[in-house]
């Protein structure tokens, strides 16, 4: 790996000129990347938008995961380290269209102080300079994992009305079938499901959180199926569909813990419910995952299977003088 990883630094070109432009790039960012000062008080994109995942750390958001998505990024491209080593490199001018597109994205997103535009616009740059450097091929190449980067973006807030409609598709499913199949004496308003009392038992409530909305499970089995479909496919259409999948696998694997959850209060009471509610979230994971998986074991490319020559014509040994 260390001499493969050696051989592709090696045939990068214009090293020293990347190497100014990146510092550049970033000088612009960290000084003038941030105008909401009223917000997180520096001028530095990278210090807002880690003050961002910090805080969602603290309080548990969707967005906290955020920071992770460079290094998933990072072992994408060590995987496919031969493919970028093998992308023909080149200079490439049209390259500085998409710099030039960077720098109106992040003058718009200045002056009408909206950061997150701001770190579009240092991706889409990032992603000029290496083209204007390293061409086409090169940007074809990490075209995919560099699009994951996206994900880093700090977006939950922008997400109240999915995430609602996820709730009520998540509480309105899981109550349903505890209800009319498995016969479980409860009640759905809205987002909450009521346990009436019994005579050895009170009256309690489960409250669909925007935390068990699935957006959170949603968008990271969305990323890594992403990951999943570029690794283990090159047709366009396989990866499409195993992509597309990701969206109904999370939402299945969020019902099932709520499902999970309600059965368990059914049996043991609230307490025993909450338990799984809060820490069995990854059962979640598990369904979706395993569909994806599955799903991927059933789309796998012929090239990837391996090929067995029948007994039948296997060549005889030849006599021996």
């Not at 072992?75 to 490439?92: I, M």
Request: with cysteine; glycine share 8%; net charge positive.
């Amino acid at each position: 790996m260390v001499k493969e990883l050696r051989q592709l630094w090696d045939g990068l070109p214009n090293k020293a000129e990347f190497a100014a432009l990146l510092g550049a790039w970033v000088l612009l960012f960290h000084f003038l990347g941030n105008s909401t000062l009223g917000y997180v008080d520096t001028p530095s994109m990278f210090i807002w938008l880690n003050t961002l995942h910090t805080n969602a750390e603290k309080t548990d958001s969707d967005d906290a995961f955020g920071r992770f998505v460079p290094f998933l990024v990072v072992a994408l491209l060590l995987v496919r380290r031969r493919e970028l080593h093998e992308a023909a490199k080149r200079s490439w001018v049209p390259g500085l269209a998409l710099i030039l597109l960077a720098l109106l994205l992040h003058g718009a997103g200045f002056l009408v102080q909206q950061t997150r535009v701001s770190i579009v616009a240092f991706l889409v740059g990032l992603y000029g300079i290496m083209g204007l450097l390293w061409g086409p091929g090169w940007l074809r190449a990490i075209f995919f994992p560099y699009f994951l980067l996206g994900f880093a973006l700090p977006v939950t807030a922008y997400l109240d009305g999915p995430t609602f409609r996820l709730r009520l598709f998540s509480t309105w499913f899981s109550s349903w079938f505890c209800r009319d199949i498995l016969s479980i004496n409860l009640v759905r308003r809205g987002t909450t499901v009521i346990f009436p009392a019994l005579p050895k038992r009170p009256e309690f409530h489960f409250e669909v959180a925007a935390a068990c909305s699935g957006i959170r499970s949603l968008t990271i089995v969305l990323l890594l199926t992403l990951a999943f479909a570029w690794l283990n496919f090159t047709n366009p259409w396989r990866r499409m569909v195993v992509v597309a999948a990701s969206i109904p696998l999370a939402l299945i694997g969020n019902t099932v813990r709520l499902i999970l959850t309600f059965c368990v209060a059914e049996i043991w009471g609230q307490e025993a419910g909450s338990k799984v509610e809060t820490k069995a979230g990854f059962i979640t994971f598990a369904v979706a995952l395993a569909g994806v998986f599955a799903l991927g074991r059933l789309l796998r490319e012929p090239g990837h299977e391996r090929a067995e020559v029948p007994r039948e014509h296997e060549p005889e040994p030849e006599p021996r003088p």
